[in-house]
């Protein structure tokens, strides 16, 4: 996997959402300048709720943005479990989640997590939007990257930091199907503005066997929904903007005169903007090749339902980071660097993913007992022993950040 003799310092970084804008953060803090380009026409905002903790929380505070996070958040109070009627019928306190990490929890927009990283670099690492690599060649000290946009250019570093289904990966290492591992469910989102009634700081959810509806009110009269069905139907369902035949799929599979489904299916006929996607993770033997190396969900996606991607990949971004300095301060293949960042975080991030896939089926129990107990347990919660057993190790992470003192100018 020799990558040349001498690490560069032209960097390309494909990918401007989480990822890609964490690890420029730190190329820039320690001296090296990265250009990031991002298929998307502009940044994007808003999207599914995440909860936010550990490592990439830490991290954040480390690069002086957590005030911001805590602005975008939200303290969510409760999870709640309704039935047919909106009866509570299960959930939990999220009070636990805060006295496990010692109040350093919050719960905001997967968007604005991404718009606050971006703001940290915006004017210092040139961004193109709308455009993206369409082929990468690989020589004996850098690689030519051409674009379907912008003219080719030589990069001594590319780094792929572009989603589930990164074009990097796929130029540089294989076919998608080489590397994801379905979970069987479809994940949509989409947010309105006025949808009534509001639950404030309270995360609604109702169940029926092999799907989950749920809602959560957020600032500015708006309301996200998110939909979770424990099938692979969806995977067949148009291109990324067919939203006539994604909006199809989930009237077909959540149509009910139940709760508010069919007043959460009317609200949905009024959004143009509809996350789509299938639940999978990303399991590779190697996240880097040659001159390129993969970070985020490009490399060890644990699956959306995990709620821990965004975490992940600002941990990855900082390490990756650290071992890119370091090699080239130090003259080094860049290889080095490579190898080193993924001895750091691979048996972390397995233990992530493992932890993620064990997860995935409370969001949507394939049977009404399987509901049933999924619910007896949330209830359950209020007795410490149980929490800890349910949720205990996710909330903890066990890794010891590189030391970076002797990166820092």
Known sequence: MSAGNGAGKSILISGAGIAGPALAY????????????????????????????????????????????????????????????????????????????QGRFTSLPRGDLAAILHRAIEGRAPTTFDDSVTRIEDGETNALVHFARGPSRRFDIV??????????????????????RSLGYTVAAFEV?????????????????????????MRGDRTMFLFVAADQAGLSV??????????????????????ECRQILAALEHSDDLYFDRVSQIRMEHWWKDHVAL???????????????????????????????????????????????????RPFMLHKQDAAAGFAVAFAPRTR?????????????????????????????????PDDSDLEP
Do not use: C
Not at 193 to 217: H, N, T, W
């Open 26 to 101: 730190w190329l820039l803090r320690y001296g090296l300048q990265p250009t990031l380009i991002e298929r998307a026409p502009r940044r994007r905002t808003g999207g599914y709720v995440i909860d936010f903790w550990g490592a990439g929380y830490d991290l954040t505070e480390r690069m002086g943005l957590l005030p911001a996070v805590l602005q975008a958040g939200y303290q969510v109070k409760e999870v709640r479990l309704v039935g047919a009627t909106g009866r509570r019928i299960g959930g939990f306190d999220v009070q636990l989640f805060r006295e496990a990490t």
């Open 159 to 180: 780094i792929g930091a572009d989603g589930l289904h990164s074009v990097v990966r796929a130029l540089s290492f294989g076919a998608e199907s080489r590397f994801e």
């Open 193 to 217: 503005g006025g949808y009534r009634p509001r639950d404030e700081d309270v995360y609604l959810g109702y169940s029926v066997p092999g799907r989950q509806i749920s809602r959560f009110s």
């Open 238 to 259: 148009g291109g990324d903007q067919d939203l006539t035949a994604q909006k199809a799929y989930l009237r077909s599979r959540f149509d009910s005169p139940d709760w």
């Open 295 to 345: 970070v985020g969900d490009a490399a060890f996606a644990p699956s959306l339902l995990a709620g821990q991607g965004s975490a992940l990949a600002i941990i990855g971004g900082y390490v990756l980071a650290g071992e890119i300095a370091r090699a080239v301060r130090r003259s080094q293949p860049i290889d080095t660097a490579f190898a080193a960042y993924e001895r750091a975080l």
């Open 369 to 401: 007992l399987g509901i049933f107990l999924r619910n007896q347990v949330t209830k359950l919660m209020a007795l410490p022993y149980v929490a800890k057993l349910a949720f205990g190790s996710s909330l903890l992470d066990k890794i010891d950040l």
